[in-house]
């Protein structure tokens, strides 16, 4: 079965800070992955998304970057950290949708970021 | 690029009664339509979902419905109990996609 790892589950981090989100997915391959930005009181707002290793697509224009070292690995990072960045960070995978009808989303558990 | 609107971003409703969740979305290429619920401190999980070729389906106490003409989508859950209690999230792709565009949230309170 698969199953997604994301960690850590809350940060704390000083304004100005870098940061570094990691997310792997299990049992799978080739997946499309996601990050998603949660922030208080809203919805879901996709950051990066990625078809295959290092290809990344922004969806917003920010202070974060993502990356695809290898094919079951997305990293969210940032070289100095903003107050704005706080919010609820997802990750999330997908079977490709080229042979496969499902376009499902399978989320991990979060991270909590709080920028002080 | 996608566009998706939800209302209403808040539902209070009392145990038993009907709840009524409505999307609605720019793409008129997108035809898969999933609906997630994120419980408290976790990720969404997928509940229900619709893809173009149907204009209802149901699970139990929860069903959706798609209007591909005028583009809007609606998630209607009966018998509502305090385990409902959610956040709520529609969303849209395009079947063969890349990325799936969700709405702003529903805060489901199902009062006992």
């Known amino acids: 079965s698969q199953t997604i790892h994301q960690w850590p589950a809350t940060l704390v981090q000083p304004v100005g800070s870098p940061l570094s989100l990691e997310c792997t997915v299990e049992g799978t391959s080739n997946p499309n992955l996601y990050w998603y930005r949660q922030a208080a009181g809203r919805g879901l707002q996709l950051l990066f998304y990625s078809v295959g290793i290092g290809q990344i697509s922004s969806e917003v224009p920010q202070n974060l970057s993502a990356s695809r070292p290898q094919d079951r690995q997305f990293i969210l990072s940032s070289k100095k950290l903003l107050l704005s960045d706080s919010g609820f960070y997802l990750c999330?995978?997908?079977?490709?949708?080229?042979?496969?009808?499902?376009?499902?989303?399978?989320f991990g558990q979060g991270t909590r970021l709080t920028v002080v | 690029g996608e566009n998706v609107e939800q209302h209403p971003s808040t539902l209070s409703v009392q145990e038993g009664d009907s709840a009524v969740i409505k999307c609605t979305y720019s793409?008129?290429?997108?035809?898969?339509f999933p609906w997630y619920k994120q419980e408290l401190g976790k990720g969404p999980q997928l509940i229900i979902d619709?893809?173009?070729?149907?204009g209802e389906k149901k699970d139990q106490r929860i069903a959706v419905t798609l209007n591909k003409t005028a583009k809007h989508f609606s998630l209607h859950i009966t018998e509502t109990q305090p385990e409902d209690s959610a956040v709520y999230f529609c969303?849209?792709?395009?079947?063969?996609?890349?990325?799936?565009?969700f709405g702003a949230g529903t805060i489901l309170r199902v009062k006992s």
């Open positions: 619709i893809r173009s070729n149907v």
């Open positions: 793409d008129s290429a997108s035809n898969y």
């Open positions: 999330a995978w997908s079977r490709q949708g080229a042979m496969n009808r499902n376009t499902e989303a399978f």
């Open positions: 969303a849209a792709a395009r079947e063969y996609g890349n990325k799936l565009v």
